[in-house]
């Protein structure tokens, strides 16, 4: 069984910096796509960035240039560095695991920036 916790989360001023992580455990492939996902009530869950298990990366339009996703095969980790945060960045941000055979997501964080 695969396991996603995510964590840094948290408050932040506009223009200010967090750092997500999601450690997944379990069978999770050697050949994988782990991404982020972002949700505000009442809208469907969009794809903020993701990457693959050789390093290819896909962002969002509206956090190019201002977030950079990255992972630790090693640690079977996956990071989200935001910089230049913006209020219209405030949500839950999840983590999903792409592979063969069913996915898997986190429980999800909360990211707020105050303006």
């Known amino acids: 069984q695969v396991q996603l916790v995510e964590s840094g989360g948290g408050l932040v001023q506009a223009g200010g910096s967090l750092r997500l992580s999601c450690a997944a455990s379990g069978s999770i492939g050697r050949l994988n796509v782990m991404g982020w996902y972002r949700q505000t009530p009442g809208k469907q869950r969009e794809l903020v960035a993701s990457?693959?298990?050789?390093?290819?990366?896909n962002y969002a339009d509206s956090v190019k240039g201002r977030f950079t996703i990255s992972r630790d095969n090693a640690k079977n980790t996956v990071y989200l560095q935001m910089n230049s945060l913006k209020p219209e960045d405030t949500a839950v941000y999840y983590c999903?695991?792409?592979?063969?055979?069913?996915?898997?997501w986190g429980q999800g964080t909360q990211v707020t920036v105050s303006s």
């Open positions: 999903k695991l792409n592979r063969i055979g069913p996915d898997y």
């Open positions: 990457i693959t298990s050789a390093g290819n990366t």
